[in-house]
């Protein structure tokens, strides 16, 4: 069974930062197979793409909301893919979401290009 439980997320003040974590199992292909992506939604909003990392680790892609502050790795050793996020803003509010393409999409892709979807984690940025 297919599983991605991500982590990290909380309540942490502007300009704080947080490493959001995505541990993945039961894929019957090695994780490097599968494009991650970092994904989040406010209430209200739709789900938008904010990181992605190809299979290997060798590419990377971020919205421009995030460029400069989050940085995305992956140890494929650990099943693992990673989301550190600083500088952190009240507008980066929002469930986090990974997920999993096994055709890496162009760039972030959309949510549909997406095969399995972790349940999230809350990041609240607040003083």
């Known amino acids: 069974q297919v599983q991605l439980v991500e982590s990290g997320g909380g309540l942490v003040q502007p300009g704080g930062s947080l490493r959001l974590s995505c541990a993945a199992s039961?894929?019957?292909?090695?994780?490097?197979?599968?494009?991650i992506g970092w994904f989040r939604q406010a209430p209200g909003k739709e789900r938008e793409g904010v990181s992605s990392?190809?299979?290997?680790?060798?590419?990377?892609n971020y919205a421009d909301s995030v460029k400069g502050r989050f940085t995305i790795s992956r140890d494929n050793a650990k099943n693992t893919v990673y989301l550190q996020m600083n500088s952190l803003k009240p507008e980066d509010t929002a469930v986090y979401y990974c997920?999993?393409?096994?055709?890496?999409?162009?760039?972030?892709?959309?949510?549909?290009?997406?095969?399995?979807w972790g349940q999230g984690t809350q990041v609240t940025v607040s003083s």
């Open positions: 997920a999993a393409a096994f055709f890496e999409p162009r760039g972030i892709g959309s949510v549909y290009e997406y095969d399995y």
């Open positions: 039961g894929f019957t292909l090695d994780l490097d197979y599968f494009a």
């Open positions: 990392i190809s299979g290997s680790g060798g590419s990377t």
